[in-house]
């Protein structure tokens, strides 16, 4: 009985669900490499989420390497969908011919709002609008422009605020 009052409970694992378990096959940091090494001249965006307060409103950021030049779009939740459907709404809103020269590669992290690739990377008619790639797992210096914009937004209490009063 004292043991028991000296312990912590155990910590519950995270309910974030990748929707495609092989995204990363084929979409791997060597793999992004090999690619950028044999297309030099093609801009990459790298993508990542901001979260404010855990289960609140999402910051999807999309960084412009070579423009050095961060997007960010308010989302309700930190889920697949979400990522897929800003995606969607920038593809008919840019047409698709800019949208396909704007975003030509997309690097990402690991996480589960990213673990659709194939919704991001084809159009309704099966046509490719994009190419996507991962990064290690633990390896944030893989996208490290991207995080590093990231350190420079405000991220005190009035941010967080916002971030639940603006609708999306």
């Known amino acids: 009985m004292p043991r ?31 690619y950028m090494a044999e297309n030099r001249d093609i801009p990459v965006c790298q993508i990542d989420s901001v979260e404010g307060v ?26 697949s969908q979400s990522v897929i459907n800003i995606f969607e709404r920038l593809y008919f809103e840019l047409r698709p011919d800019i949208f396909i020269e704007t975003f030509p590669i997309l690097l990402a992290d690991n996480g589960s709002e990213f673990s659709n690739p194939k919704a991001i990377e084809f159009d309704s008619q099966g046509n490719r609008r994009t190419q996507m790639f991962y990064c290690d797992a633990n390896a944030p210096y893989q996208k490290g422009s991207c995080e590093n914009n990231h350190s420079d937004q405000p ?9 639940k009063e603006i609708p999306w």
Request: glycine share 4%; hydrophobic share 30%; charged share 30%.
């Open 4 to 34: 028991t009052v000296r312990m912590r409970p155990r910590k519950t694992k995270s309910s974030s669900l990748k929707v495609d378990k092989s995204c990363r096959i084929g979409r791997t940091f060597q793999d992004f490499q090999q």
């Open 54 to 79: 855990k289960g609140s409103s999402v910051l999807l950021t999309i960084h412009f390497v070579q423009q050095e030049l961060q997007l960010a779009f308010l989302r309700k939740a930190n889920d």
């Open 155 to 163: 991220y005190d209490e009035p941010y967080k605020l916002v971030c």
